[in-house]
């Protein structure tokens, strides 16, 4: 059986954003759990955001970067989905920035600053975010700075 899960989401690269809400043909038994399978491959932890209330937690679930070994295993982990779940994959070029103290913009803000956008659409979070790490650091970037924002709305 299927039924339409919809997924709303945000691209960001340096202040370029594509968003959209898109319908998603989903397969799933009748009161089945969905899930959301990460993996990763040298990036930093997903970010997960519950419209239940609470904290973003970080999900690690790492290899090694694509590339370095020709049969690299990989390991995923399993969320579940619950409607209003936000999932943030970013680039460490916004962890990295640096304020005038060379004191980097990090996790923890990240983190916060992701929890502040829980009332927002996703490109319009996504553009925030952004915004939050440039007046932080005051400077321009030295990395890149690209995210990938995600909500689940069904």
């Known amino acids: ?3 339409d899960g919809g997924v709303g989401g945000a691209v ?14 989903v397969g799933a038994a009748p009161g ?18 519950s ?13 090694l970067v694509l590339g370095i ?3 690299a295993a990989y390991t995923d982990v399993e969320l579940p989905l619950q409607p209003g779940d936000r999932f943030l994959l970013y680039t460490d070029g916004l962890l ?3 304020n005038a103290a060379d004191e980097l913009f990090g996790p923890a803000r990240l983190a916060a600053a992701l929890a502040e956008t829980a009332a927002l659409p ?8 952004l915004e939050r790490v440039d007046a932080w650091s ?6 890149d700075c690209t995210l990938v924002l995600v909500d689940w709305a069904r």
């Open 12 to 25: 960001v690269a340096r202040g370029v954003a594509a968003a959209g809400h898109h319908d998603l043909p």
């Open 51 to 63: 419209q239940a209330g609470g904290p973003a937690r970080e999900v690690e679930e790492n290899g």
């Open 32 to 49: 089945a759990q969905l899930v959301h399978r990460y993996a990763a491959a040298g990036h930093p932890p997903l970010l997960c955001l």
């Open 1 to 3: 059986m299927t039924f």
């Open 122 to 129: 996703p490109a319009a979070a996504a553009e925030r975010l």
């Open 96 to 98: 990295e920035a640096a």
């Open 69 to 71: 070994m020709e049969r």
């Open 138 to 143: 005051g400077r321009p970037p030295s990395d």
